[in-house]
């Protein structure tokens, strides 16, 4: 198998089949960054306080799948 990693991410979400994965590569590219967070949580407080311990992350959006 060839890695796709050296592929831009607008690339590799018009090559990718599933439909998830294609809108977190478009949100990367959009954002113009690899940082993508998934995170199984049921509060926002849980959210906020995970948003806190890790630098200075901001959400913009919220993807559900």
Known sequence: MTSRSNLKYGQRAQEHNNPLVKK?????????????????????KELLELADSQYNLNFDDTVEG
Do not use: C, G, P, Y
Not at 24 to 44: E, M, R
């Open 24 to 44: 977190l590569f478009q949100i990367a590219q959009s954002k113009k960054s690899n940082i993508v967070v998934s995170a199984d949580l049921t509060t926002t």
